[in-house]
């Protein structure tokens, strides 16, 4: 049972356009949502994230959308550069509970 | 460095071997965690660490998976008898606060095994 869902499992953006990751979930006991940044052979780095009472976090070239109504979540970059090309994961954490859910994540690719 | 340290980094076991995976987390933190990432799928949760306490193991998927951290620092995860299903990049994370959101948890680089 799949309780974060990336649909897209790759996108493709030209430098200097508009990347929008999509994530969606269905556990509503979730209020705190995270999108991870994972280069190979790396571990998962932390992006953004935004808690259930926003519906808007934006930090410079990123910002994320929350719909709770729709129980879905997006990650916007713009302006989208090389740098960006990674897999991004989007995760949920429900309080008072320590672990992080995963989806299966998109891999992004900046097209020079 | 100062980040969250796994070894080894790369593992090829054969069926039925144990193994064994360490994770030295950033001083001072006080939370670890472990995951499993098979290839294409997002970490699964596997087990919680405050300190030297195991408060939650629900995610360990057999009895062969064992995890411990015995002076609140280091942690290992063991694997008995592993099996092909056991392939995949395992990630140990550590946070210095407890109830911490999932921006203050620090990812290491995961060790990859492969059972041959």
């Known amino acids: 049972d799949q309780q974060v869902k990336q649909n897209s499992p790759s996108l493709s953006v030209q430098e200097g356009r508009i990347s929008i990751l999509n994530c969606d979930y269905t556990?509503?006991?979730?209020?705190?949502f995270l999108w991870y940044k994972k280069y190979p052979a790396e571990g998962p780095t932390f992006l953004i994230s935004?808690?259930?009472?926003?519906d808007k976090n934006e930090d410079g070239r990123f910002t994320v959308f929350l719909n709770k109504s729709a129980k879905h979540l997006s990650l916007h970059i713009v302006p989208s550069q090389p740098g960006d090309s990674a897999v991004y994961f989007c995760?949920?954490?429900?309080?008072?509970?320590?672990?992080?859910?995963f989806g299966t994540g998109t891999r992004l690719t900046i097209i020079p | 460095g100062a980040g969250v340290s796994q070894s080894p980094r790369y593992k090829v076991a054969k069926r039925g071997q144990d193994v064994a995976l360490r994770c030295d987390p950033i001083s001072g933190h006080v939370s670890l965690f472990w995951y499993q990432q098979a290839l294409g799928q997002g970490p699964e949760f596997l087990t919680y660490?405050?300190?030297?306490?195991?408060?939650?193991k629900s995610g360990l998927p057999s009895d062969r998976f064992f995890a411990e951290r015995p002076e609140g620092s280091v942690s290992t995860l063991k694997i008995q008898r592993t099996q092909q299903e056991d392939s995949a990049v395992y990630l140990c994370?550590?946070?210095?606060?407890?109830?911490?959101?999932?921006?203050?948890?620090?990812f290491g680089e995961g060790s990859w095994l492969t059972v041959v």
């Open positions: 994370a550590s946070s210095l606060s407890i109830g911490g959101l999932g921006n203050t948890i620090y």
């Open positions: 995760a949920a954490l429900s309080a008072g509970n320590e672990k992080l859910t």
């Open positions: 935004i808690s259930s009472i926003k």
């Open positions: 660490f405050q300190n030297e306490a195991q408060l939650d």
């Open positions: 556990n509503s006991m979730f209020d705190y």
